[in-house]
C-alpha cells in the first residue's frame, strides 16, 4: 500500500495531465476600429473573435472587464468587441510617426482572460501588428 503522500502526488499528477489536455478556448483578433477622439486619447474598438470548443456555451461574464456579451456559443465562434483606451501621450508619438513617414504604426496587445470552473482562469494573449498608409492629396484627387 502506497503512503498517503505518494497517493496524493499521483492523484494531482493525473489530474494535471488530463486537464492539460482539455481543449481550451482560442481567441483571435480580427480587426481594430476608431471609436471615439477626444483631448483624452482615443478609444478603439478591438474585435476578438472567441472559439468555444465545449459542447455548452460559457457565460459571457466570464470573459472580464468588459461589457457582457452574452454568452459564449457553444461548439461555435463568437464575436466580441473589446473597448480599448489610448491616452493622449501615445497619441503624440502617432504624430510624429505620421510627420516622418505619413503612416501609422501600432501595436495592439489585449489579453483575454476566460473562467473556466475547473481549470480556473484562461488567459489568451493577442497581438497584431498593423500600419495604416494614410492618403495623400494625390490619392485623394
Not at 40 to 55: C, D, I, M
Amino acid at each position: 500500500m502506497l503512503p498517503t503522500s505518494q497517493l496524493v502526488d499521483k492523484a494531482k499528477n493525473f489530474v494535471a495531465e488530463k486537464v492539460a489536455n482539455i481543449k481550451k478556448p482560442e481567441a483571435t483578433l480580427t480587426d481594430v476600429n476608431m471609436k471615439n477622439f477626444s483631448r483624452e486619447g482615443v478609444e478603439l474598438n478591438a474585435k476578438v473573435s472567441v472559439n468555444n470548443p465545449y459542447g455548452h456555451p460559457l457565460p459571457g461574464d466570464c470573459v472580464g472587464d468588459m461589457p457582457d456579451p452574452g454568452s459564449l456559443k457553444a461548439s461555435d465562434t463568437t464575436m466580441l468587441e473589446v473597448p480599448v483606451k489610448v491616452p493622449y501621450s501615445i497619441m503624440v508619438s502617432l504624430a510624429r510617426d505620421i510627420g516622418a513617414d505619413w503612416d501609422i504604426d501600432y501595436e495592439l496587445e489585449v489579453g483575454l482572460t476566460i473562467d473556466l470552473l475547473i481549470i480556473g482562469d484562461l488567459k489568451i494573449p493577442l497581438s497584431t501588428k498593423v500600419e495604416i498608409k494614410l492618403p495623400t492629396l494625390s490619392d485623394l484627387f
